[in-house]
């Protein structure tokens, strides 16, 4: 084989790479994103919240110790006139004239304020709820939240999955871009060394030269313009990393039988999972708001002291012990106001099910159309790359002979690099679609 055949069939091979290199790279780029993603970071401190909350609504259930304390102290205010005096003076002089004696002194009348004058009061009250349904419901809401929130981190990470396998698959079309037309840069140099000679040899004009000038100028400035997109590719794929942006990467060739079969297992989708765990929490927030129509039974003791302050003793010290009921007997509807509400959040939740369940059919059906049309797309471009292969060689072969002329090779030339970039392209497009299909039927499996 020509040493400038080589040039063009390189891109091609290497399309034919073995895959399993190519599997190890990515399924590692793919757990590494799972741990990295600072989106996905997100959505794990929002679920590790709802586990604190489920915990918080726990405690309702058992006891709880508060310390309170107060000091008051006052001056003046509303009094009360106590006639001590009154009443006990006429008692008094009459025993001090029977005993012929003082032993009885006079009583003046007293005058109490209303509020109490350097007065503490000290306590700790130990409660527990012993029937409250809103705090069951409360508990069994927080529970559902987590399977909510639980989904929600399922859709991030297969959607995460999708767009880390699409950011490796441009790096792949953008290297393989790269080498197209790298190997389109060698062999135009070697036409315009051929040419060269053939003028200095007088067996063509200068012009071609001129025209192999001209195409190495555009084929290296189209180079150039693949290197920057490589770097752009290759910068987004580190974001979903969540990787500096210069990162290196190892990129594996592309290998077609990955992807040109349709094997992709039916799953469940988590977004229906999180429209039922929506639904349940709507029927619960019903039974909440029932539940604050139901009477609500707590127990409670005070252990303190309460005298003039500082002082500390058996008379200051105390306990109180009750029992609380509390019902709500007249709200003016209110509560059947908050189930009518909780009822139509539900059958609103019902109907949202059933759309998203017809759309998820039709993506999945939609998926698996597109990917078929991509295939054949593909197989179409690689036969057209492969008739332009062979044309561009037969040319070559004229125009080495001097039975061609040039722009008639930079014709076949340029019709196979264009082929060439267009069977990558396609296949890049299979890769898509591909991912799009694994997507919408939620058939990745997750290690953890």
Same mark, same amino acid.
């Given at each position: 084989?020509?040493?400038?055949?080589?040039? #063009?069939? !390189?891109? #091609?091979?290497? =399309?034919?790479?073995?895959?399993?290199?190519?599997?190890?790279?990515? %399924?590692?780029?793919?757990?590494?994103?799972?741990?990295?993603?600072?989106? =996905?970071? @997100?959505?794990?401190?929002?679920?590790?919240?709802?586990?604190? &909350?489920?915990?918080?609504?726990?405690?309702?259930?058992?006891?709880?110790?508060?310390?309170?304390?107060?000091?008051? *102290?006052?001056?003046?205010?509303?009094?009360?006139?106590?006639?001590?005096?009154?009443?006990?003076?006429?008692?008094?002089?009459?025993?001090?004239?029977?005993?012929?004696?003082?032993?009885?002194?006079?009583?003046?009348?007293?005058? %109490?304020?209303?509020?109490?004058?350097?007065?503490? *009061?000290?306590?700790?009250?130990?409660?527990?709820?012993?029937?409250?349904?809103?705090?069951?419901?409360?508990?069994?809401?927080?529970?559902?939240?987590?399977?909510?929130?639980?989904?929600?981190?399922?859709?991030?990470?297969?959607?995460? !999955?999708?767009?880390?396998?699409?950011?490796?698959?441009?790096?792949?079309?953008?290297?393989?871009? /790269?080498?197209?037309?790298?190997?389109?840069?060698?062999?135009?140099?070697?036409? #315009?060394?051929?040419? @060269? $000679?053939?003028?200095?040899? *007088?067996?063509? /004009?200068?012009?071609?030269?001129?025209?192999?000038?001209?195409?190495?100028?555009?084929?290296?400035?189209?180079? !150039?313009?693949?290197?920057?997109?490589?770097?752009?590719?290759?910068?987004?794929?580190?974001? =979903?990393?969540?990787?500096?942006?210069?990162?290196?990467?190892?990129?594996? &060739?592309?290998?077609?039988?990955?992807?040109?079969?349709?094997?992709?297992?039916?799953?469940?989708?988590?977004?229906?999972?999180?429209?039922?765990?929506?639904?349940?929490?709507?029927?619960?927030?019903?039974?909440?708001?029932?539940?604050?129509?139901?009477?609500?039974?707590?127990?409670?003791?005070?252990?303190?002291?309460?005298?003039?302050?500082?002082?500390?003793?058996?008379?200051?010290?105390?306990?109180?012990?009750?029992?609380?009921? *509390?019902?709500? !007997?007249?709200?003016?509807?209110?509560?059947?106001?908050?189930?009518? @509400?909780?009822?139509?959040?539900?059958?609103?939740?019902?109907?949202?099910?059933?759309?998203?369940?017809?759309?998820?059919?039709?993506?999945?059906?939609?998926?698996?159309?597109?990917?078929?049309?991509?295939?054949?797309?593909?197989?179409?471009?690689?036969?057209?790359?492969?008739?332009?292969?062979?044309?561009?060689?037969?040319?070559?072969?004229?125009?080495?002979?001097?039975?061609?002329?040039? /722009?008639?090779?930079?014709?076949?030339?340029?019709?196979?690099?264009?082929?060439? #970039?267009?069977?990558?392209?396609?296949?890049?497009?299979? @890769?898509?679609?591909?991912?799009?299909?694994?997507? $919408?039927?939620?058939?990745?499996?997750?290690?953890?």
């Amino acid at each position: 084989m020509p040493r400038h055949w080589q040039y #063009l069939l !390189v891109p #091609l091979l290497s =399309l034919f790479a073995p895959a399993q290199a190519q599997d190890v790279r990515l %399924q590692g780029y793919i757990d590494q994103g799972l741990r990295n993603n600072q989106g =996905l970071k @997100q959505q794990r401190f929002i679920l590790e919240r709802n586990l604190f &909350a489920l915990k918080e609504a726990r405690t309702f259930f058992y006891p709880e110790v508060n310390f309170s304390t107060s000091y008051l *102290d006052s001056r003046g205010g509303r009094k009360i006139s106590i006639p001590i005096g009154d009443l006990l003076n006429p008692v008094y002089n009459s025993l001090n004239e029977l005993t012929n004696s003082s032993a009885f002194p006079k009583v003046d009348n007293v005058s %109490q304020t209303f509020n109490p004058r350097n007065y503490y *009061d000290a306590k700790f009250r130990t409660s527990l709820p012993i029937y409250n349904a809103e705090i069951a419901y409360n508990t069994k809401i927080r529970k559902e939240q987590i399977h909510l929130q639980q989904a929600e981190v399922d859709v991030y990470r297969r959607e995460l !999955v999708k767009e880390i396998k699409l950011g490796y698959y441009a790096c792949q079309q953008s290297d393989e871009a /790269i080498r197209i037309l790298e190997s389109a840069v060698s062999l135009a140099r070697e036409n #315009l060394r051929f040419n @060269q $000679a053939l003028v200095k040899n *007088d067996k063509a /004009i200068r012009t071609v030269v001129s025209r192999s000038e001209n195409e190495l100028i555009g084929l290296e400035a189209r180079l !150039v313009d693949a290197r920057n997109q490589s770097v752009n590719a290759k910068a987004y794929f580190n974001f =979903l990393l969540n990787n500096p942006l210069e990162t290196a990467l190892e990129i594996g &060739a592309p290998n077609e039988s990955e992807v040109l079969t349709d094997t992709a297992a039916e799953g469940r989708r988590e977004e229906l999972a999180k429209l039922e765990s929506l639904s349940k929490i709507n029927a619960l927030s019903g039974q909440l708001a029932r539940a604050g129509a139901l009477p609500k039974l707590s127990t409670f003791i005070d252990l303190g002291s309460q005298g003039d302050f500082v002082n500390f003793n058996r008379d200051t010290r105390y306990y109180l012990f009750g029992v609380t009921l *509390d019902w709500r !007997v007249f709200a003016n509807n209110r509560t059947q106001y908050k189930v009518k @509400q909780a009822e139509m959040e539900q059958k609103a939740t019902g109907e949202q099910i059933s759309q998203v369940e017809q759309q998820l059919q039709l993506q999945n059906k939609t998926a698996a159309n597109t990917f078929q049309s991509a295939v054949l797309t593909y197989r179409a471009t690689k036969s057209q790359t492969a008739l332009s292969q062979q044309y561009y060689q037969d040319q070559q072969k004229l125009y080495r002979e001097g039975q061609l002329l040039y /722009i008639e090779l930079l014709d076949a030339q340029n019709r196979l690099i264009s082929d060439q #970039l267009q069977q990558s392209i396609s296949y890049l497009n299979v @890769q898509t679609r591909a991912a799009e299909l694994e997507r $919408a039927r939620a058939s990745y499996l997750f290690s953890n």
